[in-house]
T-cell receptor, first 111, second 116 residues
């Protein structure tokens, strides 16, 4: 099993550009999450999903959108990137327990 | 809503010495508690978790943590550290019965650096 994978690993965007980050899991987990990690701030929840076709806002949702059309995939979109969105983005998934499994991260720089 | 405070942002320690990484939480309801480790340029990996039962929880790589409800703490300990333990450590909490979301709230992290 690959676990949780994220695409791409690195990306540089100009202000105003858009992009989509892809998260895929092969563990048949119901729950999926997107976090951003910034120095000294730990991980903050952007959006999450409790099942296929459902999404909800987390702590810092502004400027991001998500979709979960298939159970194994959770997409994070930036419609108009801003320098404040420079961060490392992590996807995670979990089953019925509270233990979350994390992907390797995507390092995004917005110039 | 819950919150997590990791009291030390950086902890340097010599190899084979003991270490304690401190974590305090606040919540109005019962909680589940977790410690995750992040090695450089990697994702987070679960070290250990407290869901119920014994308040002393043992995890991977020789780490353990003790849940203290009266002090709202969940400190992480290891009796003898190795160079390979150098990493960032995150404490996280989830409210019991947080509905269908199973959301975690993370602390700001503690960078453990093991010196030769």
């Amino acid at each position: 099993n690959a676990g949780v994978t994220q695409t791409p690993k690195f990306r540089v965007l100009k202000t105003g550009q858009s992009m989509t980050l892809l998260c895929a899991q092969d563990m048949n987990h119901e729950y999926m999450y997107w976090y951003r990690q910034d120095p000294g701030m730990g991980l903050r929840l952007i959006h999450y999903s409790v099942g296929e076709g459902t999404t909800a806002k987390g702590e810092v949702p502004d400027g991001y959108n998500v979709s979960r059309l298939k159970k194994q995939n959770f997409l994070l979109g930036l419609e108009s990137a801003a320098p404040s969105q420079t961060s490392v983005y992590f996807c995670a998934s979990s089953h019925r327990s509270y233990e979350q499994y994390f992907g390797p991260g995507t390092r995004l720089t917005v110039t | 809503a819950q919150s997590v405070t990791q009291l030390d942002s950086q902890v340097p320690v010599f190899e084979e010495a003991p270490v304690e990484l401190r974590c305090n939480y606040s919540s109005s309801v019962s909680v589940y508690l977790f410690w995750y480790v992040q090695y450089p340029n990697q994702g987070l990996q679960l070290l250990l978790k407290y869901l119920s039962g014994s308040t002393l929880v043992k995890g991977i790589n020789g780490f353990e943590a003790e849940f203290n409800k009266s002090q709202t703490s969940f400190h992480l300990r290891k009796p003898s550290v190795h160079i390979s333990d150098t990493a960032e450590y995150f404490c996280a909490v989830s409210d019991v019965g947080s509905g269908s979301a199973r959301q975690l709230t993370f602390g700001s992290g503690t960078q453990l650096t093991v010196l030769p």
